[in-house]
C-alpha cells in the first residue's frame, strides 16, 4: 500500500524538487525528483515539473510507494517496549545493542530486533536501516523511536531535523564543571588522527549541547544533558573538550574499573505523534548497572 504525506506551503518561492528535498529529509534530491518525474507528486491537484515553482498556500501532496525489501533479516532479540501503535514504537534500547548494522555489527542490531517485531517496517526509510530516524551509540541506553510507516518515517525524521524533537540524557562525568549550566557550541567531525575518533574540528558540523549540574560530589557530576543537534558520540566529544568527560568512556576518556561502559543514559524523548500530531513524552528510569554505580559514589540516582 503506498504512503501519502502532505504539507501547505508558508514559505513560497523555491523549487518544487528543493522544497521537498527539505521537507522530505530522508529523501535525497535525486529520490525527490523521481517521484515528480513518475507523477507521484501533485501541487493544488496537478502533476507539475521539479522546476515548478511553489507560492504561499500551494498544497503538496506525495504519494511515496511500498518499500523495496529489506536486505536486513528479522532476529528475536528480546526489546522492552514502552509505547506502540500502527504508526511507531518507542523502544528502552539496552546498553551493548547497536541500533543498526555497521562494520562490527553485521547483525543482531535493534534494527534486526525491530523487524523481527513488526515485519511491516520491512524497507521503511530504506533498506539497511528500516524504520531507523535517529540513533544511540551501542554503549548508551535509553529511549529511542522508530517508525513504522513511510508517512511516519518522514515526520520523525524533519521533526529531528528541524530540531523539533526534546532529548534528555543523564550523564556521569569526572570532576564538577566551572558552571552548573552551560551551552557547548563547538562544530564536530572525523578526527583528522584518528577516522574512528569524532573530534571538535573548524570543518566541522554545526553541533550545540546544553547541560545543567543535578549533583556534584567533586570528583563526580551528575548532568542533565539536552543535545539540540543530532552529530555522532556528540555529548562524548562534547564533554570531553570542555574537560569533563563522561566516566567509563574509553574512546574520549578512561575506562573504569567497576564500570563496563559509558555513564550515558537516553532518560527523555519528546516529539509530535506522526499521525494524531499529539505531543508525546516519554521517560526511562536509569538501568540497574547505572543505579549501583550511583550508589557506589553516593549520587541519587533518581534526580
Not at 550545540?208 to 562524548?236: A, C, E, F, M, N
Not at 573538550?241 to 564500570?259: A, H
Request: aromatic content about 4%; glycine content about 8%; overall charge positive.
Amino acid at each position: 500500500m503506498n504512503d501519502q504525506v502532505s504539507f501547505t506551503v508558508k514559505d513560497g518561492g523555491d523549487r518544487l524538487d528543493k522544497y521537498l528535498a527539505i521537507q522530505m529529509c530522508s529523501h535525497s534530491r535525486a529520490r525527490v525528483q523521481k517521484l515528480i518525474a513518475e507523477g507521484l507528486v501533485k501541487v493544488d491537484g496537478k502533476v507539475v515539473r521539479s522546476s515548478a515553482k511553489l507560492g504561499n498556500g500551494n498544497f503538496v501532496e506525495v504519494t511515496i510507494p511500498p518499500a523495496r525489501t529489506s536486505r536486513l533479516e528479522p532476529q528475536l532479540i528480546p526489546l522492552e517496549i514502552v509505547f506502540e501503535d500502527p504508526h511507531i514504537v518507542v523502544v528502552d534500547k539496552p546498553a551493548g545493542l547497536a541500533v543498526h548494522p555497521a562494520p562490527g555489527n553485521v547483525d543482531s542490531t535493534l534494527a534486526n530486533a525491530v523487524l523481527a517485531h513488526s515485519p511491516e517496517i520491512e524497507g521503511v526509510g530504506g533498506e539497511k536501516r528500516p524504520g531507523i530516524v535517529h540513533r544511540l551509540d551501542k554503549d548508551t541506553s535509553g529511549l529511542i523511536v522508530v517508525a513504522k510507516t513511510s508517512a511516519s518515517h518522514e515526520s520523525l525524521s524533519r521533526q529531528f531535523a528541524n530540531r523539533e524533537v526534546t532529548k534528555s540524557y543523564r550523564a556521569l562525568v569526572h570532576g564538577t564543571p566551572a558552571e552548573a549550566e552551560a551551552i557547548i557550541d563547538a562544530p564536530i567531525g572525523r578526527d583528522r588522527g584518528n577516522r574512528q575518533r569524532m573530534a571538535i574540528v573548524s570543518t566541522g558540523r554545526n553541533a550545540i549541547t546544553r547541560y545543567k549540574t543535578l549533583w556534584s560530589l567533586g570528583t563526580y557530576t551528575l548532568l542533565d544533558v539536552r543535545p539540540q543537534t543530532g552529530r555522532t558520540h556528540q555529548i562524548r566529544v562534547h564533554l570531553a573538550s570542555v574537560g569533563y568527560p563522561v566516566v567509563g568512556d574509553e574512546k574520549y576518556g578512561r575506562i573504569s574499573t567497576t564500570l563496563k561502559r559509558h555513564f550515558l543514559h537516553a532518560e527523555g524523548l519528546k516529539f509530535i505523534h506522526p499521525d494524531s500530531k499529539e505531543l508525546l513524552e516519554f521517560r526511562s528510569e536509569l538501568p540497574q548497572d547505572l543505579k549501583s554505580f550511583c550508589e557506589e559514589i553516593s549520587i541519587p540516582s533518581n534526580l
